[in-house]
């Protein structure tokens, strides 16, 4: 990295930093450089310090020790905060969405800093500017209705829009893609490439190794909130970079796929809702992973909450060992033996009010009651321990909040408390989503058990590899049917791109 700083002052510098929280050393003797019109990744697994190194760039943590120079200008620590670091041209964009739901584009664009004319809120140069900036991006959107009724695409470039306001000569992807599809995050690619030609720098957080290869010019990974290493991302390939993430090669990523298949247990029958999904058979076997892929609005988790009985339909049949079962709510899908995993663990998954105990019994408490009205506390205590163990969780106590946990270890206890539920039919809707690559192999390892445990399980995920690499068969979604099942030698990247795309192969 060191080679060509001579004559560019790098937009960001940051020597020895550490960062302590009482009782935690969240980053030790950490070393970041960014340079004008890079794309820098910085990668690692949850916990490794990502989110706190760009915090104390941003003026949200301030570093305990070491120094920190935004434009060759020395940072005073003490004294830095979330506006100064505005001030002096840095922005972030999150993966959480900070919009007002209810209010347009325009509006959350502008929230906060609207331009006035004689007093009043001058809407038409607000207008003008929102749209010069989508013009920049090259990205048509409806800036006059709420948000709430957009994409999740969409959202996310009203975000960049926002970040842009100030003309920022750096900015913070974190973990901007990990909501979105191939499709959308091309788009991603596209206006880094548009960003980086004005100069700006850009740190790019992201669990997909596979974006660093492909819009990343330099990396850093960190590890333990320690320095590893930082280089040009075309020295290195994606074993060298896994390896220097998680201390180790990863072999095998996907465990082997379980041939040993037993009865039905779960058939739907020409399920149709409207505006979702229409006319949709599938089985799945005991001990069988069945994948569905398709693309964004292809229906493929309408599909899964009709199963779990949280969207409507009007025709069609789920039959459950063979017996038709009629599932409107959650709680009679529960009852029956189904478990859902959300896309949304944070908003669905999980009740981030309560503690990793509440949220891994949740489903279970009536398992739990002495006399048949009295919660048993302590029996509970003991269950979830003895599963949390079981999935390898890292926690400290089960008292914790799970706000705290990262997204690995989040995703467990959606998966943990299905499991003390003695459930037989899983429903993962994109379980693997912004997680880090150690975590993901473990969550490939707990799909393996489940079906070694003659679990069914139906997986929803946007990366072909997975579903390759985890499924026995694959069902192709296409505008809300199915295109087609691939299992054996047709299970190729090839066969599955045509038909996401509606071109039979």
């Excluded at 279970?364 to 048993?376: A, E, P, T, W």
Aim: aromatic content about 6%; charged content about 25%.
């Amino acid at each position: 990295m060191g080679e060509n700083k001579t004559d560019v002052t790098p937009l960001i510098e940051i020597k020895n930093c550490t960062m302590e929280f009482p009782g935690v050393k969240a980053l030790a003797d950490v070393n970041f450089t960014l340079m004008p019109g890079e794309c820098h990744a910085l990668v690692g697994e949850n916990g490794a310090g990502k989110s706190t190194l760009s915090k104390c760039i941003t003026g949200e943590n301030r570093m305990t020790k070491g120094e920190l120079f935004v434009k060759g200008e020395q940072i005073k620590i003490p004294s830095y905060s979330v506006r100064e670091s505005q001030s002096r041209g840095i922005a972030i964009v999150h993966q959480e969405f900070t919009l007002m739901s209810d209010m347009n584009g325009v509006e959350n664009i502008f929230v906060g800093r609207y331009e006035k004319k004689h007093g009043l809120i001058d809407w038409k140069a607000l207008d003008r500017r929102a749209q010069e900036m989508l013009d920049f991006l090259q990205c048509d959107i409806n800036l006059h209705i709420p948000v709430k009724h957009l994409r999740t695409a969409e959202r996310q470039i009203i975000q960049l829009a926002k970040a842009l306001l100030d003309d920022p000569s750096i900015i913070i992807f974190d973990e901007l893609t990990a909501v979105l599809q191939e499709k959308d995050i091309e788009n991603i690619f596209r206006i880094i490439g548009l960003l980086k030609q004005k100069g700006i720098g850009i740190v790019y957080i992201s669990h997909r190794l596979n974006e660093v290869f492909e819009c990343c010019d330099s990396y850093t990974v960190l590890c333990d909130g320690r320095y590893i290493n930082s280089g040009k991302v075309k020295d290195i390939d994606n074993g060298q970079l896994v390896k220097m993430i998680i201390g180790r090669e990863l072999a095998n990523v996907y465990p082997p796929v379980n041939e040993d298949l037993g009865e039905v247990i779960l058939e739907v029958k020409n399920l149709t809702a409207p505006k979702a999904f229409r006319d949709i058979s599938l089985q799945v076997r005991a001990g069988e992973v069945v994948g569905l892929a398709g693309l964004l609005g292809a229906g493929k988790t309408e599909l899964v909450q009709a199963i779990f009985g949280n969207h409507k339909i009007v025709s069609g049949e789920v039959l459950v060992k063979g017996k038709p079962v009629h599932c409107r709510k959650p709680f009679q899908a529960i009852r029956l033996g189904m478990g859902l995993v959300p896309d949304e663990r944070r908003t669905l998954g999980l009740n981030m009010k309560f503690d990793i105990k509440d949220n891994t019994t949740l489903p279970s408490m009536k398992l739990f009651r002495k006399m048949g009205i009295f919660q048993d506390h302590e029996a509970e205590s003991k269950a979830a321990y003895e599963i949390n163990e079981k999935m390898n969780l890292a926690y400290y106590s089960l008292w914790q909040n799970v706000k705290k946990l990262s997204g690995g270890n989040q995703q467990k206890i959606v998966i943990a408390k299905w499991l003390l539920r003695d459930t037989e039919i899983f429903l993962l809707d994109e379980p693997t989503r912004g997680i880090d690559i150690g975590a993901k192999f473990e969550i490939y390892q707990l799909i393996h058990e489940l079906t070694k445990q003659k679990k069914a399980v139906i997986l929803v995920s946007p990366e072909m590899e997975e579903l390759i690499g985890l499924c026995n068969r694959i069902y192709i979604m296409y505008e809300g049917a199915i295109m087609d099942v691939v299992e054996g030698e047709r299970k190729t990247q090839e066969v599955i791109i045509n038909n996401l795309l509606g071109v039979n192969a």
